[in-house]
């Protein structure tokens, strides 16, 4: 059974870095073809991905966000890390993380999520 | 990157409607496309994939195709559960720049 759990900071002020931490269970993110994944949610808002990290260490990013953002695993203790700097109060959202599953040419889809942490950016 | 649209950005229908959904890539993505399910405080569900699969313990009710630019999701026999908000997303880009659709909710009439 796959789970995933989202944790860290409900509040951060303006400028201040974000740091999150995805602890999972179920899967190894050293098995081939699969990766974690950061997608977050504005209140009332679409979808909008951010980062994945594949079970190889490769990292991509959304290209919007990429100068901010960092994704990292610790395989040992299941989780993947996002950090985000800079925040700013449109960054206000809930932040999922999922579980990537790679098919074909190396294109993956979110099958299993958590049950996402919403963050505040306020002063 | 390649934009994803829904339509319609909502509707009404009754419970035991066939509903579908729209999805328009505004590049060709192959049959890269997955359909979520939202319900209000919770996280998206995965309801299909790679345009068509059904995601293991969805309901047969659910469906989905297309390829290319165009996708459909239909529900065959609304149930009460289904009243939820409905998103594609296309993984075809690489590197990857997923994108998300607006979004589509379905609510009681």
């Known amino acids: 059974q796959i789970t995933l759990k989202e944790s860290g900071p409900t509040l951060v002020k303006p400028t201040q870095t974000l740091t999150l931490t995805c602890t999972f269970s179920?899967?190894?993110?050293?098995?081939?073809?699969?990766?974690v994944g950061w997608i977050r949610q504005p209140p009332g808002k679409a979808l909008e991905w951010l980062a994945l990290?594949?079970?190889?260490?490769?990292?991509r990013y959304s290209p919007s966000l990429k100068s901010r953002l960092t994704i990292t695993k610790d395989t040992s203790k299941n989780q993947v890390v996002l950090t985000m700097t800079n925040m700013d109060p449109v960054d206000t959202a809930t932040y999922y993380c999922?579980?990537?599953?790679?098919?074909?040419?190396?294109?993956?889809?979110?099958?299993?999520w958590g049950q996402g942490t919403l963050v505040t950016v306020s002063s | 990157a390649i934009r994803m649209t829904q339509s319609p950005s909502s509707f009404s229908a009754s419970t035991g409607d066939r509903v579908t959904i729209t999805c328009r890539a505004s590049?060709?993505?192959?049959?890269?496309l997955a359909w979520y399910q939202q319900k209000p405080g919770k996280a998206p569900k995965l309801l299909i994939y790679?345009?068509?699969t059904l995601q293991s313990g969805v309901p047969s009710r659910f469906s989905g195709s297309g390829s290319g630019t165009d996708f459909t999701l239909t529900i065959s026999c609304l149930q009460s559960e289904d009243f939820a908000t409905y998103y594609c997303?296309?993984?075809?880009?690489?590197?990857?720049?997923?994108?998300f659709g607006q979004g589509t909710k379905l609510e009681i009439k």
């Open positions: 999922a579980h990537a599953l790679g098919g074909s040419g190396s294109r993956y889809y979110f099958d299993y």
């Open positions: 179920g899967f190894s993110l050293s098995t081939s073809g699969v990766g």
């Open positions: 990290i594949y079970w190889n260490d490769d990292k």
């Open positions: 590049q060709g993505i192959s049959s890269y």
């Open positions: 790679a345009a068509s």
């Open positions: 997303q296309q993984y075809y880009s690489y590197p990857p720049r997923y994108t």
